[in-house]
Nanobody
Framework: QVQLVESGGGLVQAGGSLRLSCAAS????????MGWFRQAPGKERVFVGD????????VYADSVKGRFTVSRDNANYTVYLQMDSLKPEDTAVYYC????????????????WGQGTEVTVSS
C-alpha cells in the first residue's frame, strides 16, 4: 500500500523560506518519479518540480526555477521541497505525488498523492 505524507507547511513572510517533506512508503523506489504540485485557491493543480529516484535528476516549473529545490533522502524514503525567496503568489496547498514509467509534468499521469500541506506567504 502506497502512502505519501507531506509536512512542513505554514505561514511565512515574503522573501522567507520553508522546507516541505514527503515521507513515502510502499513504492518501488528504483523506478519512481516523485513530483510536487500546488493548487492555489480557485485554480488548477499545477506542476512545481520533480525528482527521479534512480538518478536524482530534477525538473522544475519556470515559475519556481532558481528558488525551489527538490531533493531526496534515500535512507528515509523522503522527498523534500526547499522553497526560498518565497512570494505571495506561491501561496497554495502543496501536494507530493508519485508515478512510474515516463517522466511527465501532467498531474493526471500521477498515480499516487499525498493529502497536501498548506503554505501561505504574506506580503
Amino acid at each position: 500500500q502506497v502512502q505519501l505524507v507531506e509536512s512542513g507547511g505554514g505561514l511565512v513572510q515574503a522573501g522567507g523560506s520553508l522546507r516541505l517533506s514527503c515521507a513515502a512508503s510502499g513504492l518501488r523506489f528504483s523506478r519512481v518519479f516523485m513530483g510536487w504540485f500546488r493548487q492555489a485557491p480557485g485554480k488548477e493543480r499545477v506542476f512545481v518540480g520533480d525528482i527521479s529516484w534512480s538518478d536524482s535528476s530534477t525538473v522544475y516549473a519556470d515559475s519556481v526555477k532558481g528558488r525551489f529545490t527538490v531533493s531526496r533522502d534515500n535512507a528515509n524514503y523522503t522527498v523534500y521541497l526547499q522553497m526560498d525567496s518565497l512570494k505571495p503568489e506561491d501561496t497554495a496547498v502543496y501536494y507530493c505525488a508519485a508515478k512510474y514509467k515516463r517522466r511527465t509534468t501532467e498531474r493526471f499521469d500521477y498515480e499516487y498523492w499525498g493529502q497536501g500541506t498548506e503554505v501561505t506567504v504574506s506580503s
